[in-house]
Every structure is written in structure tokens, then in C-alpha cells.
């Protein structure tokens, strides 16, 4: 029987189980921790995760789609939240269109059942990766309890093990050829438990993404199944007048959120007592080639590891799944030249994707309140609710459809520095409220060619 080893049983990892099953493979799974599921895990364990189209595409093309809604949130749109307390909403898409918060551990838990149940995997936990031997297929591992060390032998390896994955570092990383870098971004962030009401309700509107945006730096919250919400504040670690350092006691704690984030210090009095309940933490980037040597390709963050701005890391990872195996199909299981074509095609998707996460930081931390950038939001889902087929928001590029991630980035900054001369030449306010909006957006855009829709 055709056999596959898996290093890593995250997200990735265990939906590509599904995918190798269904073409005949008996997969292996090696995982470094012991089993999530047994363990008690909080909600706000980590940052929630945003799951849209792509993901869905993914898990749909698995067959897998129904074992995952029924812990899915819809959100619809995000609120901004100013130092006043005053809100203001902006929807992601059209009518209906929404991403999906998904607990990180909750959605994980629930991909290993789905490995174990879709993918006839056999999951063995807390094994340590040490090293892999490309041509012959082969993981070495130790285990992390009693120290003994083992290897596993199959007909193809996946290193599915995150950002700073063990078959990169150990094995990879020193080929002759290849290439590879990290960037840790200035901020970090802090997790932050919103607990729900007392009975059990939630404290801000369900069915949305919350964002405090604060010009250097913001706070977002996300909502969870049981009424609380995971909140994440990102921050510079030192050198703002609002850095992580300068917060070093439950006064200082408190005296920050009263100031910065009043309303939320309304909502969670508490929170002084609660910040230490999660760690300091950073964010990298990672960019690499080639991903695959011999019978061992990476997949997933350890490829193309990003900046959760765009909520894109999971979606992407989803995708990667989807593509790799089209292309087995495609060339017959012949891995070489599936390595081969997948490296190619989803490099620059990889590099896309960490463009417009930095981007989307900007974005959502300086300009999401700004008047003159809801108006162009708003100016963009009109042209796009008349002509859809003519004119797709970057953001809906993005996350409502399977557009190349670096198609989309290339074809959203055209677009934006086209509606931006639009608004320069145009009061879009004034038309807005004379209701005369889509006078313009008709002798805009009736005549031009229909966008191009093409999905990978």
C-alpha cells in the first residue's frame, strides 16, 4: 500500500491527510505536542482564526466542509470602536458575504478528528522531528518523553509543521541552494479573554470582527461559541509612548486600558488581573525556496509562514492542500514533478499573501476609522454591488473568492490608486447624499471590459 508521513498535526497537516487518504495512502502523522484534545483548553487560548472562501473551498473539495460550520461564527463586518466609545460599521462584502471566527484550538481538535476519521491517519504524538532523508523518504524523530529515538520510512514526506518547522531548519536549511529568511515584525501582541455576561450573552454584537483602532497600533476581538470573545491588542514591544514594556503593573495596566480603551475597560474591569493569563508574543515572517527536495516538500506556514493581518495564514494553508492535490491527480502521483509545478505556482502566491498582510496592518490600524477611507469603502461594495462582474474590492478578492493571492495584491493597488483618482476629480460624499452616486459609477464603468474572475 502507498504510504505518506505527515510532520506536523496542525490544521495543514491534518487536512492533507484527507486529501492523501481519498488517493490511496496510508498517512502518518508526526506530532511534537501531546494531544490537544485532552487537554484543558479556554477559549481565548490563542487568536482566533478567520475562515473564508478559500478555506471553505478547500475543506469542501475534501468533503469535509459540514464537520467544521457547526463551529464556525459568521461575521459579516467589522466595527470600529474610537476613544469615545462611538462605533461605526463597515461590511466586508455584499448581503450575506461573511468570514467565519474559528477557535485555533477548537478547529484544530477538530482537524485531527477529522485526520483520524476522513484520513485513516495515525496520529503519533509528542515526536520530535530531528532530522529527514530526502531521497530515501525517511523521518528520524525522538521521542520528547522517554528520549528514545525511532524512524519512519514511507514513499513521501510533508512537512507540515508552522513557521518554524524542524524539517526546514534541520534538513533543508542546509542544502546547498537553498534559500531562506526571517522577519519578525516590530509589534507583538497580547491575548485577552473577554468572558460573556453572566447569563451568558454576549457583550459586544455577536457577528462581527471588533477593532480598536489606535493609529500606531490596535486591539481586534473575535467572538467564541460560549459568549466570550477572543481579544488580541497589538503593540510595539518599546520605543512608543504605548509599548508592551511600559505596562509592568496591574496599575499600569489599567491606567492604559482606561485611557486608550475606555469602553472595553467599562466591559472588563478586571482586566489588570487578566493580563498576565496569556504571553508576549511575536510575529514572523518566513520566505524560502525551493520548498521540496527529493521526496520531501513543504506545505503550509512552514513555506510561506505570514502576519495574521489578512486572517489569510489558515485560508492559504487550506489552499495549499487543494492545489497540491489537483497536481497529483494531474501528474499521476509523480511527485517530482508535482514538487515541482506546486513550488512554482505557489511561491509567488506565498510572497503575495505576506504583501497584503502587512498591508491589511496598515490598513486596519490607521485607517479604518478614517472618514475619507470608509467613504472609499463604501464607494467601492457600490460600484461592486452594480457591477460585479466589472470591479471585485481587494479585500473581497481576497476573502470571497479564489483569485491567486498575487493576482489580487497586483490588481488591488491598481484599483485603489484608480479610485482614489475618482474621488480626487469627484465629491463622492456630496453624491452619496443626492443620491446621484450611481450616475457616476454607470458612466464609469458601462463601457469597461468585465474583470476578470479567473480562480486557481
Known sequence: MKSATIVGAGLVGSLWSVYLAKAGYKVTILE????????????GKSINLALSVRGWTALESAGVADEVKDIAIPMYGRTMHDEAGNLTYQPYGQDGQAIFSVSRAGVNCRMMEIAEK???????????????????A??????????????????????????FSAVRYKS????????????????????????ANADGSYKLEKNRLHI??????????????????????????????????????????NHFFKEVFPDFYEMMPEIGDAWEDHPLSGMVIIRCFPWSYGKVSLIGDSAHATVPFYGQGMNSGFEDCRIMNELMIKHNEDWEKVFKEFETVRKPDGDGLQDLSLH??????????????LLQKKFELRISKLYPNKYLPL?????????????AYSKGMEQDAFIKEIMAEHDIQKLFD??????????????RPVYDLTTN
Open 32 to 43: 511534537m505536542r501531546s494531544d490537544l484534545r485532552k487537554a484543558d483548553i479556554s477559549a
Open 434 to 447: 443626492e443620491d446621484k452616486v450611481d450616475d457616476l459609477i454607470h458612466e464609469i464603468f458601462a463601457e
Open 172 to 195: 533543508m536549511q542546509k542544502q546547498r541552494g537553498f534559500n531562506f529568511s526571517q522577519h519578525f515584525i516590530e509589534d507583538g501582541y497580547r491575548e485577552i479573554l473577554l468572558p
Open 212 to 253: 480598536w483602532p489606535r493609529g500606531r497600533f490596535m486591539m481586534i476581538a473575535l467572538p467564541n461559541e460560549d459568549g466570550s470573545f477572543t481579544c488580541t491588542l497589538f503593540m510595539p514591544g518599546s520605543n512608543h509612548e504605548y509599548a508592551f514594556d511600559k505596562l509592568k503593573s496591574k496599575d499600569d495596566v
Open 118 to 136: 476522513y484520513g485513516q491517519a495515525e496520529i503519533l504524538f509528542e515526536k520530535q522531528c530531528l532530522d529527514v532523508d530526502f531521497e530515501n
Open 360 to 373: 491589511n496592518y496598515y490598513v486596519m490600524r490607521d485607517y479604518v476609522a478614517d472618514p475619507e477611507f
Open 138 to 163: 525517511i523521518v528520524y524523530y525522538k521521542d520528547v518523553k522517554t528520549g528514545e529515538e525511532g524512524q519512519l520510512k514511507s514513499d513521501v514526506v510533508f512537512a507540515a509543521d508552522g513557521a
Open 395 to 407: 479585500y473581497s478578492q481576497v476573502s470571497f473568492s479564489n483569485i491567486r493571492y498575487s493576482e
